[in-house]
């Protein structure tokens, strides 16, 4: 049997590539309920948008295998690229995240994602909801962001660096998003205040940093608090956003924020595509509903910088 593993793999990964392009559904058997659901809302939401994918792209590498008789799990990176057309618009989307694949006596039997795109980190310490005077800077209730100039395209170009990477001046967690989306708005000018009380402000220095910083919940709850230093107002609609502005997801509906993404294009339509870290993405349509997060009770909150 020697390296068939291998051999299946390599077939599989290819599978799924035409499966985005041709719509072979023979790969749905090896995937999660879940993950098959998000596929189905995906392929819909596409075709509602009118874009049409030219291409795509798969490739794959091993973290790790592990044997137990006659099976065998390989965890591995899967990156996809999809290239898309939407109106006379060409544009591409890229996603990186960890899947684990499990082999019987040679043969693919399950192909399943190790993404999480909310966790408990996010709750830790963070109160069920945040009150705006928790994060009020005294005298600085009026005119906030006053002074700064938002730089965008720094904003955005940090996100395309280390959309699929770490910048190893910041800590790494394992629930990554909002983290990332703070350095980006920081590339971008974004002030930090508050510094070393981590229920105050937004801030990062060394071992140490602020809720709001890094949790998504504790981020949604300073971006609308009259102490934000940051320039944030809140938009109705997601085609109000410009590159650099963020993005906050509450999944379940239920006031616990769980996610953030930074807007770094947009579609044919004018539409906010995202970047995001726990499942590295970059250009992911703003909606998430090829999340296996995604429910019908997800809430939004849109949030403009201004420049």
């Not at 899947?99 to 994602?113: N, P, V, Y």
């Not at 934000?228 to 906050?248: S, W």
Request: aromatic residues 14%; charged residues 30%; proline residues 3%.
């Amino acid at each position: 049997m020697g390296m068939a593993w291998q051999n299946e793999l390599k077939l599989h990964l290819q599978k799924l590539s035409d499966f985005w392009v041709e719509r072979n559904l023979d790969r749905y058997q090896l995937m999660e309920d879940q993950e098959k659901k998000a596929i189905h809302r995906k392929k819909a939401g596409l075709r509602e948008r009118g874009v049409d994918i030219l291409k795509a792209e798969v490739s794959g590498n091993i973290l790790g295998t592990t044997v137990h008789g006659s099976e065998r799990t390989v965890d591995y990176f899967y990156r996809l690229r999809l290239f898309q057309k939407q109106q006379d618009t060409f544009f591409f989307e890229d996603v990186q995240t960890k899947r684990r694949a499990t082999f019987k006596e040679g043969e693919l039997i399950k192909d399943s994602s190790r993404a999480v795109e909310s966790s408990v980190m996010d709750v830790q310490d963070v109160p069920t909801k945040l009150p705006q005077d928790e994060w009020r800077m005294p005298g600085k209730g009026k005119g906030k962001g006053k002074g700064i100039i938002y730089d965008r395209l720094a904003a955005v170009k940090y996100a395309d660096r280390w959309w699929d990477a770490y910048n190893p001046k910041f800590r790494a967690f394992d629930v990554d998003c909002t983290n990332y989306v703070s350095q980006c708005v920081f590339a971008g000018g974004g002030p930090m205040n508050g510094q070393y009380n981590k229920h105050s402000g937004w801030w990062y220095e060394g071992n140490r940093w602020s809720l709001s910083w890094a949790v998504a919940h504790s981020f949604r709850w300073y971006l609308a608090s009259e102490g934000n230093r940051l320039g944030a107002v809140a938009v109705e609609h997601p085609e109000q956003l410009q590159p650099g502005d963020v993005i906050c997801y509450d999944f379940e509906g239920d006031g616990h924020w769980d996610h953030s993404t930074i807007v770094t294009e947009k579609d044919g339509k004018g539409m906010p595509l995202v970047n995001a870290h726990t499942t590295n993405s970059r250009h992911r349509y703003w909606a998430y509903e090829d999340s296996t997060a995604w429910t019908q009770n997800i809430k939004y909150k849109f949030y403009h910088f201004n420049d």
